[in-house]
């Protein structure tokens, strides 16, 4: 029912900032929690970060942890910005639209899945 689409990924020396981008098809004026997860080669899909419905309660993967913020415009957009890259930050970044209102770690938790946008960091 909802398609996303994922972009700003790109190519970043270690130290350096992105910011990702994720838009839904339709307003997600649903209470659904967004999340990020991410997917190296050769790795299975990990959680990046979840934000709830109104973006008001977040929680974020401990490697990425005072690095990373997720945000939400309560409409079509969700962010992540990224900084402080590091080269065990390259993978193909994922938005979701989580199942329920407040926030999850597991896949298993979201739906919606976008196509994903690569990220690469060089040291």
């Known amino acids: 029912q909802v398609q996303l689409v994922e972009s700003g990924g790109g190519l970043a020396q270690a130290g350096g900032s992105l910011r990702l981008s994720c838009a839904a098809s339709v307003p997600l004026f649903g209470m659904f929690a967004m999340g990020w997860f991410r997917q190296a080669p050769g790795q299975e899909r990990e959680f990046v970060a979840a934000t709830n419905w109104r973006g008001e309660n977040s929680n974020y993967a401990d490697s990425v942890k005072g690095r990373f913020t997720i945000s939400r415009d309560r409409a079509k957009m969700v962010f992540l910005q990224m900084n402080f890259l590091r080269p065990e930050d390259t993978a193909v970044y994922y938005c979701?639209?989580?199942?329920?209102?407040?926030?999850?770690?597991?896949?298993?938790?979201?739906?919606?899945w976008g196509q994903g946008t690569q990220v690469t960091v060089s040291s």
């Open positions: 979701a639209r989580g199942k329920a209102a407040e926030v999850g770690t597991n896949a298993g938790d979201f739906a919606s």
